[in-house]
Structures are given as structure tokens and as C-alpha cells.
């Protein structure tokens, strides 16, 4: 194809670099600028064809200057490799195509990849908007260098391993996920690693929003529960007007979760999302299936979710992973849970599960699941202190509502429930609240 010296030790400049309208049937890589390469302004790589490619399509794994721009755009990659791959921040990867076989799915490449440049380590911004990336055998859009700005926007992914993924290595200062759509991801029948549709990790500040994820982690061969949108490590979240659905087997459910916010986070807003196990008449079995959980530094013992190990004390907490490792002083954390539409079908588990060392607001969300098996509350809360106001619950006995927390911290008024009592603190609540709340309806 297109490629700088074989020799990658020897170091390239470019500026006004167009490379634009090729039609390239490659063995192994089709546009590929690797090793001691930097990219000064104007460099563009537009409207390429890169076909049969088994290694990559396209390779740009060069340093990006200060306050520069390399496009990549309008670009078609079809083959068993992988697709497109940057080098870290500067690049604005917009309207490209990339294509993997459908079947068998015994190779595992990326579909469009930010790894960390092969030169010079520079963070900047980038940007993954308007692309489409369906049959890949990895993940669909995955990031793993460290830049101070992300904006994955606007993006399609269907038939992949895992769908959108910013791992730890990322480290971005601020992560906008948004208006994305990811479908049948973890959905093959050769599909057994844990199946995700959207994950970011270790973001100072992560921002989910107006995404639609349907269809994850349905294959009979699946190793651990499915995560619809999965965020961990980041302070500061967002996570709003999103669209979950079909998260996990049908037949049975093993641990799956719609929405999961963990580890090591401070200020938590969820709102506005609607979360589904599974759509109308399907048959499902009765299976462990959180629509939303968040916990805010409350676990009791150390967890392993998704290779992140995290324990929780006194004065401290810490993350660790494979590729990245966070810490954070003890402190109250509050989490915000407004205005969510959560169904959760045959699951003995909460629908919406919260949990924080600090104040948990719980305002106008619907949790429901099914009214006649026995289980846990279908929403439950644990926190130092909580107001809980207008929610609507159903399914759990003896409650359909579950507070653990000190009833002097404790706000608890206008909710309905289909049971005849909400618990606070393993009591009936009481007090003034108890008249405050509508009971046995449904």
C-alpha cells in the first residue's frame, strides 16, 4: 500500500500531506505512517478504499504537533484486519466505513482504534464522530492513550465482541460518549469474552449521553454478565438520556446490568434514562439483572468487576487494573438519581440499586419488575444520608422500596409502591414519612 521507510527508526515530518481517492488491495496494510513520525498542519487522509488488508487498513500512529488536526474521513476498510488505527491526540476521525467478515469470528482486530502515537508522547483532543463500524470480530471504537479531550459522537457499531470501550490507559481530562448507537454487540455465537456496550474507565470526567445500546451479550457461549453502559474510575459522571435494552440471555440472566456507575467516583448524575431487560414478548427466565447501579465508594469488601479490582476504607480507596492503577482520599460522595424508566422483568435483584458514602437524591424514577417472584426491593438504596420523593416501585417483598440508612437522615415522601410498606433501616418506615407515601396500588 501507502507507508513511510521500512526502517520506522528513521523519522518523518509531513505538513500538507493529502492523501485522498486511492483504491488499494493490499496482503497487509493499506495506509500505514508508524515509528518516529510527526505530523505538522494541514494533513489530510480522505476518501481511501482499502480492501483484503490482514493486518490493518489504515495505520497513523504518528504524533499529532500542538494545536494541530490530522483528518481522517470518508474512508472504506473491508477486510479481516484491523480497521483504523490513530496515535493518540490530534486526530479527528470523521464519516469513515469499516467492514469485517461476517463469519467465522476467530480473529479478534479492532474496527477503529486511538492507541498511544509510536513517536512522541503529546496529549491533545480527539475526536471519533459519524463513523460506521459493523462484523468485527474486537471492539468496535476502542481508545487507549491518554489525551486531554475525547468526543465519540454520532457513531454506529453493529456485530462486535464489545461495542465502545475507553479503557484505563485512556486517562482523558474529559470524555463525552454521545448520540452513539451500538447494537448485537457480544451477540455471536463465537462471542464468550464479557460483552459491553459502552465502557469508560479512569476519565476525570465522563459524559454519557443520548446514546441507544440494544442487544448485549446474548450469546448462549458468554463468559460473566453483560454491561449495557459500564463507567468506573471517574470522579465526576453524567450519565443521561440514554436507551438500554436487551442486556443479557433471554433465558437467563447472570449478573447482567443496564447501567453500572463503580469504583472510584465523587459526583454521580444519572437522569432521564430508560433501561429495559427485555423487549415486549420476549420469554425470559427468571436471572440475577440490575437495570441500574451505582456504587459510590459503599462496598463492604473489595470488588472485581471487569479486571478492575476495588477496596474501600476508612480514608482511602483504590482502584487497580491490568493497564491502570487510581486512588482517592475517603469522602462523602453524593450521587443524583433522577427521572429513569427501569424495567426489570423476572430478576430476584433490585432494579435500581444505589449505594455511596454520602447523600443519595432519588427523585421521579420508575422501578418495576415483576410483582409475583419473591426477592430483593426493586429499588434499593444505601447511603449515610438519602431523600427519596415521587418515585414510583413495584416487585420485592416484603417492600417494593429499601432504605438502608439512619432514619434521621432519612426524606422519604411522595413515592407509590405496590406493597403495603416501604423499609427503612429493616423497620416499616415511620414517623412522619409513612403517611406521606401511597401504598398497595398498581
Given at each position: 500500500?501507502?507507508?513511510?521507510?521500512?526502517?520506522?527508526?528513521?523519522?518523518?515530518?509531513?505538513?500538507?500531506?493529502?492523501?485522498?481517492?486511492?483504491?488499494?488491495?493490499?496482503?497487509?496494510?493499506?495506509?500505514?505512517?508508524?515509528?518516529?513520525?510527526?505530523?505538522?498542519?494541514?494533513?489530510?487522509?480522505?476518501?481511501?478504499?482499502?480492501?483484503?488488508?490482514?493486518?490493518?487498513?489504515?495505520?497513523?500512529?504518528?504524533?499529532?504537533?500542538?494545536?494541530?488536526?490530522?483528518?481522517?474521513?470518508?474512508?472504506?476498510?473491508?477486510?479481516?484486519?484491523?480497521?483504523?488505527?490513530?496515535g493518540?491526540?490530534?486526530?479527528?476521525?470523521?464519516?469513515?466505513?469499516?467492514?469485517?467478515?461476517?463469519?467465522?469470528?476467530?480473529?479478534?482486530?479492532?474496527?477503529l482504534?486511538?492507541?498511544?502515537?509510536?513517536?512522541?508522547?503529546?496529549?491533545?483532543?480527539?475526536?471519533?464522530?459519524?463513523?460506521?463500524?459493523?462484523?468485527?470480530?474486537?471492539?468496535?471504537?476502542?481508545?487507549?492513550?491518554?489525551?486531554?479531550?475525547?468526543?465519540i459522537a454520532?457513531?454506529?457499531?453493529?456485530?462486535?465482541?464489545?461495542?465502545?470501550?475507553?479503557?484505563?490507559?485512556?486517562?482523558?481530562?474529559?470524555?463525552?460518549?454521545?448520540?452513539?448507537?451500538?447494537?448485537?454487540v457480544?451477540?455471536?455465537?463465537?462471542?464468550?469474552?464479557?460483552?459491553?456496550?459502552?465502557?469508560?474507565?479512569?476519565?476525570?470526567?465522563?459524559?454519557?449521553?443520548?446514546?441507544?445500546?440494544?442487544?448485549?451479550?446474548?450469546?448462549?457461549?458468554?463468559?460473566?454478565?453483560?454491561?449495557?453502559?459500564?463507567?468506573?474510575?471517574?470522579?465526576?459522571?453524567?450519565?443521561?438520556?440514554?436507551?438500554?435494552?436487551?442486556?443479557?440471555?433471554?433465558?437467563?440472566?447472570?449478573?447482567?446490568?443496564?447501567?453500572?456507575?463503580?469504583?472510584?467516583?465523587?459526583?454521580v448524575?444519572?437522569?432521564?434514562?430508560?433501561?429495559?431487560?427485555?423487549?415486549?414478548?420476549?420469554?425470559?427466565?427468571?436471572?440475577?439483572w440490575?437495570?441500574?447501579?451505582?456504587?459510590?465508594?459503599?462496598?463492604?469488601?473489595?470488588?472485581?468487576?471487569?479486571?478492575?479490582?476495588?477496596?474501600?476504607?476508612?480514608?482511602?480507596?483504590?482502584?487497580?487494573?491490568?493497564?491502570?492503577?487510581?486512588?482517592?482520599?475517603?469522602?462523602?460522595?453524593?450521587?443524583?438519581?433522577?427521572?429513569?424508566?427501569?424495567e426489570?422483568?423476572?430478576?430476584?435483584?433490585?432494579?435500581?440499586?444505589?449505594?455511596?458514602?454520602?447523600?443519595?437524591?432519588?427523585?421521579?424514577?420508575?422501578?418495576?419488575?415483576?410483582?409475583?417472584?419473591?426477592?430483593?426491593?426493586?429499588?434499593?438504596?444505601?447511603?449515610?444520608?438519602v431523600?427519596?420523593?415521587?418515585?414510583?416501585?413495584?416487585?420485592?417483598?416484603?417492600?417494593?422500596?429499601?432504605?438502608?440508612?439512619?432514619?434521621?437522615?432519612?426524606?422519604?415522601?411522595?413515592?407509590?409502591v405496590?406493597t403495603?410498606?416501604?423499609?427503612?433501616?429493616?423497620?416499616?418506615?415511620?414517623?412522619?414519612?409513612?403517611?406521606?407515601?401511597?401504598?398497595?396500588?398498581?
Amino acid at each position: 500500500g501507502i507507508a513511510n521507510a521500512a526502517d520506522e527508526k528513521q523519522a518523518l515530518l509531513t505538513a500538507d500531506l493529502d492523501v485522498r481517492g486511492n483504491i488499494l488491495g493490499c496482503r497487509y496494510r493499506g495506509i500505514a505512517l508508524a515509528g518516529q513520525v510527526v505530523h505538522l498542519a494541514g494533513n489530510r487522509v480522505v476518501d481511501n478504499e482499502v480492501y483484503l488488508a490482514a493486518e490493518v487498513g489504515l495505520r497513523l500512529l504518528g504524533t499529532v504537533a500542538p494545536g494541530q488536526v490530522v483528518t481522517v474521513a470518508g474512508t472504506t476498510v473491508a477486510g479481516a484486519g484491523a480497521g483504523i488505527e490513530v496515535g493518540g491526540g490530534g486526530y479527528d476521525v470523521t464519516g469513515n466505513t469499516v467492514t469485517g467478515p461476517k463469519e467465522p469470528v476467530d480473529f479478534r482486530p479492532d474496527g477503529l482504534a486511538v492507541l498511544p502515537p509510536t513517536g512522541v508522547k503529546v496529549r491533545g483532543h480527539t475526536r471519533v464522530t459519524a463513523n460506521r463500524v459493523r462484523d468485527i470480530g474486537g471492539a468496535g471504537i476502542t481508545v487507549g492513550a491518554p489525551l486531554t479531550g475525547l468526543d465519540i459522537a454520532r457513531n454506529t457499531v453493529e456485530r462486535a465482541q464489545v461495542g465502545i470501550v475507553v479503557t484505563g490507559r485512556a486517562r482523558s481530562a474529559a470524555a463525552q460518549i454521545s448520540g452513539n448507537t451500538v447494537s448485537d454487540v457480544g451477540a455471536r455465537e463465537g462471542d464468550q469474552q464479557r460483552a459491553v456496550g459502552i465502557q469508560v474507565v479512569g476519565a476525570a470526567r465522563a459524559e454519557v449521553e443520548s446514546n441507544v445500546v440494544r442487544g448485549v451479550g446474548q450469546s448462549p457461549g458468554l463468559e460473566g454478565g453483560a454491561l449495557g453502559i459500564w463507567v468506573h474510575s471517574c470522579p465526576e459522571v453524567r450519565v443521561a438520556g440514554n436507551s438500554v435494552d436487551e442486556v443479557g440471555s433471554p433465558e437467563v440472566a447472570k449478573g447482567d446490568r443496564g447501567i453500572a456507575v463503580e469504583g472510584l467516583v465523587d459526583r454521580v448524575l444519572v437522569g432521564s434514562n430508560h433501561i429495559r431487560r427485555m423487549a415486549d414478548g420476549v420469554n425470559e427466565g427468571v436471572g440475577e439483572w440490575i437495570g441500574l447501579l451505582v456504587d459510590a465508594g459503599a462496598t463492604k469488601q473489595a470488588s472485581n468487576v471487569g479486571g478492575y479490582v476495588t477496596a474501600v476504607g476508612v480514608t482511602a480507596a483504590v482502584t487497580v487494573g491490568t493497564q491502570a492503577a487510581y486512588a482517592a482520599a475517603g469522602r462523602g460522595r453524593t450521587v443524583t438519581v433522577e427521572g429513569n424508566i427501569v424495567e426489570g422483568g423476572l430478576s430476584p435483584e433490585p432494579v435500581v440499586d444505589l449505594a455511596a458514602t454520602g447523600t443519595v437524591i432519588v427523585n421521579d424514577n420508575h422501578a418495576l419488575k415483576n410483582t409475583d417472584l419473591d426477592g430483593r426491593a426493586a429499588l434499593q438504596v444505601e447511603a449515610r444520608s438519602v431523600t427519596v420523593n415521587g418515585n414510583r416501585a413495584a416487585g420485592g417483598r416484603p417492600a417494593a422500596i429499601a432504605l438502608e440508612v439512619d432514619p434521621e437522615r432519612a426524606a422519604v415522601l411522595g413515592n407509590l409502591v405496590n406493597t403495603e410498606m416501604i423499609e427503612l433501616a429493616g423497620q416499616p418506615l415511620g414517623g412522619p414519612w409513612v403517611r406521606l407515601n401511597v401504598y398497595n396500588v398498581f
